[in-house]
């Protein structure tokens, strides 16, 4: 949900005013503003992650997951629940190296996305997720 919030308001105003952010912290950046990092926040770290929830907990069948879906044997949401621990791990490694400091939140949000990856591999989980039939 935090990146839903932030990267809206990053998309919104890609100023970083909204959220009391200078651009001056972009300077190390390949970024002139937080337009960019904000849609990727939002979308691949918010909207995405949370169709994979519902994924995870409905299983729907998508075609179009599907096509993103590396690990056949599992179902998409599991997949895509493993790309977002490791997209979250990037996403704070590329933030740390941008920002060049680190703060607390880096670290919980990396524990997370380290969490989500070891979570995911858990053998009881794969099992849950492979595909029968």
């Given at each position: 949900?935090?990146?839903?919030?932030?990267?809206?308001?990053?998309?919104?105003?890609?100023?970083?005013?909204?959220?009391?952010?200078?651009?001056?912290?972009?300077?190390y950046?390949?970024?002139?503003?937080?337009?960019?990092?904000?849609?990727?926040?939002?979308?691949?770290?918010?909207?995405?992650?949370?169709?994979?929830?519902?994924?995870?907990?409905?299983?729907p069948?998508?075609?179009?997951?599907?096509?993103?879906?590396?690990?056949?044997?599992q179902?998409?949401?599991?997949?895509?629940?493993?790309?977002?621990?490791?997209?979250?791990?990037?996403?704070?490694?590329?933030?740390?190296?941008?920002?060049?400091?680190?703060?607390?939140?880096?670290?919980?949000?990396?524990?997370?996305?380290?969490?989500?990856?070891?979570?995911?591999?858990?053998?009881?989980?794969?099992?849950?997720?492979?595909k029968?039939?």
């Amino acid at each position: 949900m935090s990146a839903i919030l932030g990267g809206g308001a990053l998309t919104i105003d890609p100023s970083g005013t909204m959220l009391k952010m200078s651009l001056e912290m972009l300077r190390y950046s390949p970024f002139s503003d937080f337009l960019i990092p904000g849609l990727f926040l939002l979308i691949v770290l918010g909207i995405v992650p949370l169709i994979t929830f519902y994924g995870l907990i409905r299983e729907p069948q998508s075609d179009f997951a599907e096509k993103f879906n590396l690990d056949k044997d599992q179902h998409w949401s599991h997949t895509f629940s493993y790309y977002t621990g490791l997209m979250l791990i990037l996403w704070i490694d590329f933030e740390v190296m941008f920002l060049r400091s680190v703060h607390m939140l880096h670290l919980l949000y990396s524990l997370l996305g380290i969490a989500i990856v070891i979570l995911s591999q858990m053998p009881g989980v794969r099992e849950y997720y492979r595909k029968h039939g």
